[in-house]
């Protein structure tokens, strides 16, 4: 089992910056292949906003790509998602999401506890 504590977060004005952050620990924590940052905006489906792959590469939504950056530091098994010119639009509820390999082909998602962002226009 995989738990994720979330940091980060709070309230800022449009333009402004925050930053999150994700750390991973637990029995299965050596086991995490691919970890990332998700949110979900009332009324709206959850939704991938960056995340690194198995393979090492980073993914990022259209929406945020030029102002939000993910960075992890293997060694801490932390993710952190660092995010610039924010827009009213960004608020949402972020959680972090890890994938750990169970064995004999099997991954489980494991989930934050969710941090809110909400920024101000």
């Known amino acids: 089992q995989v738990q994720l504590v979330e940091s980060g977060g709070g309230l800022v004005q449009a333009g402004g910056s925050l930053r999150l952050s994700c750390a991973a620990s637990g029995r299965s924590a050596s086991n995490i292949i691919a970890m990332g940052w998700y949110r979900q905006a009332p009324g709206k489906q959850r939704e991938l906003v960056a995340g690194?792959?198995?393979?090492?590469?980073?993914n990022y939504a259209e929406s945020v790509k030029g102002r939000f950056t993910i960075s992890r530091d293997n060694a801490k098994r932390t993710v952190d998602l660092t995010m610039d010119s924010l827009k009213p639009e960004d608020t949402a509820v972020y959680s972090c999401?890890?994938?750990?390999?169970?064995?004999?082909?099997?991954?489980?998602?494991?989930w934050g506890q969710g941090t809110q962002v909400t920024v101000s226009s």
């Open positions: 690194f792959s198995s393979d090492g590469s980073t």
């Open positions: 999401n890890a994938r750990s390999y169970t064995g004999g082909g099997l991954y489980e998602d494991s």
